[in-house]
């Protein structure tokens, strides 16, 4: 399709039966919100539509277990899935579940269709059955060993060992997975799909008309169809789910792979009224992203009956994801191998853009791929902070510096080569990203968003404005070029020092005039850094928005590639850090975390207890000396002046967050706001307060203290305190609440 009027994004259903992991993100939900925010960015038409599958074996299994109803199960799992998925930036325009009235309206509807048109066959078998649960048992409810592979906990629809498609007639030694009985065999009727009849439809609109989809999926399609399809039950026996809609079918409910793929119809209806636009109106474009294992349903049944339907579009394209594994292993949730999203928005708080960053770069996109907490920590600390976040800080920093916080003026007559690679650069990767999102290869287009970051940290370098403004302000001076460089790069990993000078000295108006195009375009560059990040890190984005005090009107794709984006002599705000570094200790946490299967209970809330932690906590660190006490002596120092006075830079800020530091009884780890940023401090106030008491108050803080380590963190800063006579201490604060980032003197 070239110019689609429209499009519709679908990503897979989760199963309200447990909550996300990081495979469920990497796998459709990640890739599907980074397209539609490209997409909106790009200002098309766009409709992102997703849900809770809520029907389904594994739902009523889990109840059975728990000894709750399945409408139970689904209320705590829907809500779950559906915070996590907005807390980590999936923008749906609207996540909804498959237990709401218009879906079995809708899918019931979808069914009669198909009926009344005699699409279906009707068919008596011979069903398991397990007489002690008055069952029978298909899909997920029979238990055997698997006829390929020899796993012997295969399911009735599929070995998760081999991945074969299965059905339980072809299990070997077929137990009950509600009490472990052996079954028998008991006659029920259902209603069966044949879906040999759209073989010849399937293999020209699919294999013919859709070469361009990833090969993973196109062979995965072509294996089956040059496998030949079956006639596939369209029902089951179950209370649980949609009532199949005619008079002689007590106790019968629709497939739950004939109903799910459905919800994307029901919720698209609940979202719009002009629903039937993106449905039935030949260019849409209709985009599915899911799992490889949902591959078959929606690239051949769901298709199929689409096309038995008549009404409704086909998917254009199904760019489905291999699978992420954990640390070289398969993601298992019964063994609570997995990483749970709702885990990581507590234990990183802050940090979701990170995840994102982190999946994204290492997508399964084309093979099933590895997550590492070892490459997360890689990744956030020699990528994020040091290219990406340590070019766009170094900008800010030099601006405020060398250019009074404004954006300096362009000097086109004085132009370098340089100048304009960097200009050529920044169009192009425009056009690479462009054209890498549009054919799903989201792991390279964000390369080349963090390429160009990087390309932004050498052009500085070469640049080197701080060294040509030290000889402006003194031309006679030697210049010492470790510490000239006033955004202090040298606290930043991966920043190199220790360069040659490459520059010949510049005269006074020419030297300003290079200082304000590397400046200029550096802030050009950030703005459009910003534009083309937003699809994958909009947190960060909108941070970038925040510095350069404009609207998300900015963030326009069309502005990207462009360098007149922020005009000449607007101020512009103090920096922000964009990323923290992670620290060893946090990941060896992680890893432990994962390897004891501490929270053995993937539901809500399963947490490490401390106590688990220490073998994990092998203490490599130098003992670090105790944390200066705050100032509190009754005895008189030595008189000072007033300029080493003035050297202490005193801010008030707000802790945010406080927690207490392992293995330190006195420390407690603060986050402060500072107004312009976020620091951590570590401080010895522990004995003294709980860290829940002491979020929201304010205190001041010595902000230029240089960084120190304690127990392995970093502190930036220290918190004044008073100490009574006891020795008991008291923060040092102003009477009533002001502004961040206010200064004492
Ligand atoms: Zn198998």
Known sequence: MIDPKRYLVTAALPYANGPVHIGHLAGCYLPADIYVRYLRAQKRDVKFVGGS?????????????????????????????????GQMGIS?????????????ETASAFFKTLYDKGMFEEK????????????????????????????????????????????????????????DAVPVQKKTKHWYFPLQNYEPFLKEWLLEGHKEWKNNVYGQCKSWLDNGLHSRAMTRDSNWGIKVPLPDAEGKVLYVWFDAPIGYISATKELTQNWADYWCKDDTKLVHFIGKDNIVFHCI???????????????????????????????????????????????????EDVLRYVLCANAPETKDNDFTWKDFQDRNNSELVSIFGNFVNRTWVLMHKLCGGKV??????????????????????????????????????LFEVIDLSRKGNKYMQEKEPWIVAKKLASPNLPIHREASDPANAESLPGYETAYP??????????????????????????????????????????KMLGMMKVVDKMLDWKNAGKINLLSVGYSLREPQLLFRKIESEEISFQVE??????????????????????????????????????????EGKEAIQFDDFAKIDLKV??????????????????????????????????????????????????????????????????ILMAADKAGKLHFVKPETVIDNGSGVS
Request: aromatic share 6%; net charge negative; hydrophobic share 35%.
């Open 653 to 718: 800020g707000t802790i945010v967050s406080a927690e207490k530091v392992e293995k330190a009884d006195k420390l407690l780890k603060l986050q402060i706001d500072l107004g312009f940023e976020v620091r951590t401090v570590v401080s010895g106030i522990a004995l003294d307060f709980k860290p829940e008491d002491i979020v929201g108050k304010q205190v001041v803080v010595v902000a230029n203290l240089a960084p120190r380590k304690m127990r392995g963190i970093e502190s930036n800063g220290m």
């Open 53 to 85: 599958d809520e029907h389904g074996v594994p739902i009523t299994i889990r109840a059975l277990k728990e000894g709750i109803t399945p409408q139970q199960v689904v209320d705590r799992y829907h809500a779950l899935i559906k915070e996590s998925m």
């Open 593 to 634: 975390k994962l390897k004891s299967g501490a929270s053995l209970n993937p539901s809500i809330g399963g947490t490490l207890e401390p106590a688990k932690l220490e073998d994990s906590k092998k203490s490599t660190e130098t003992k670090n000396p105790p944390l200066p006490v705050p100032i509190n002596s009754g």
């Open 408 to 445: 300096p003026k362009l000097h086109e007559d004085i132009l370098d080569e340089k100048d304009k690679g960097l200009i050529e650069d920044i169009a192009k990767t425009k056009e690479k990203v462009e054209s890498l999102l549009e054919e799903f290869k989201f792991r390279d287009a």
């Open 124 to 179: 008596e078998t011979e069903q398991y059955y397990d007489e002690s649960t008055q069952t029978f048992l298909a899909d997920r409810y029979i238990i055997g060993t698997c006829p390929v592979c020899g796993n012997p906990n295969a399911y009735g629809d599929q070995c998760e060992k081999c991945g074969s498609s299965l059905s339980p007639e072809q299990l070997i030694n077929p137990r009950s997975a509600l009490s």
């Open 301 to 351: 049944i769901f298709p199929a009956m689409l096309k038995a339907h008549g009404n409704f579009v086909l998917p254009e394209n199904v760019p489905a994801n291999e699978f992420l594994n954990i640390e070289g292993e398969k993601v298992s949730t019964s063994r609570n191998w997995a990483v749970w999203v709702h885990e990581y928005i507590k234990d990183f708080p802050g940090c």
């Open 501 to 542: 000078a490459k520059n010949p000295p510049l005269e006074g108006r020419e030297a300003q005039k290079s200082i304000d195009n590397c400046l200029h375009l550096c802030l050009q560059l950030t703005a459009n850094l910003a534009i083309l990040i937003n699809p994958f890190l909009p947190t960060t984005a909108g």
């Open 92 to 104: 749906f325009d609207i996540y909804s579940r498959t237990s709401n009235k218009v879906h079995h």
